[in-house]
């Protein structure tokens, strides 16, 4: 195979990128054989200078990584943590690859003082939270205006909660009031994301 052939061209999962006695396999590629193929739809990527055969995905997966804003629903709280699965990193398209549960700390929920963190955040709130930090375990924060439960339901009906007020939720159904640490633009939560 003509290295000058490939290099820059569309390539299917099991294409064969170069030999690998010339080459390493990079990013979305594999050796097998002696060749290195690719593993991914994208773009064939040769570097000549490093000797590495990649390819560029068409599609890339999404990682969560250190300063992304995310999406994600409260699944458990602990007396200090707000269990918390992440479903979307914000501006992609596509799922989260790498997900995996991130944790709240009391301390990192609001720019204020928190001593009953049931206050503050619900099992099956919808939040907008920060990365902090990936190991040893993904580190969130609300703590910005812009971030916090963007979507609430009532622990009583199950009916969407309204905004009534910084951080008071108002059921209408059961006409009760709860306290969240909401983001400032509580409601606009995207559908798509399901409850």
């Known amino acids: 195979m003509d290295d000058d052939d490939i290099d820059g061209k569309m390539v299917m999962p099991g294409d064969e990128l170069a030999c690998s006695e010339e080459f390493e396999a990079g990013n979305c590629a594999f050796e097998e054989g002696g060749k290195v193929r690719a593993s991914a739809v994208g773009w064939a990527r040769l570097d000549r200078k490093e000797r590495v055969a990649s390819v560029d995905p068409v599609n890339p997966l999404v990682r969560v990584s250190v300063g992304d804003t995310v999406i994600g629903r409260i699944t458990d709280i602990k007396k200090a943590l707000a269990i918390t699965e992440i479903i979307k990193v914000v501006g992609k398209k596509r799922d989260v690859s790498n997900a995996a549960d991130g944790v709240i700390h009391v301390s990192k929920v609001a720019n204020r003082f928190v001593d009953n963190l049931d206050n503050e955040l619900r099992v ?71 409850p």
């Open 124 to 194: 099956r709130d919808i939040v907008r939270a920060k990365v902090l930090q990936l190991d040893p375990n993904v580190q969130l924060s609300t703590q910005d205006d812009s971030l916090g439960v963007i979507f609430a339901i009532c622990d009583g009906c199950a009916k969407p909660l309204e905004l009534k007020g910084e951080g008071r939720l108002f059921c209408k159904e059961c006409e009760r009031t709860f306290v969240r640490k909401t983001a400032k633009d509580y409601g606009t939560w995207n559908e798509s994301f399901g």
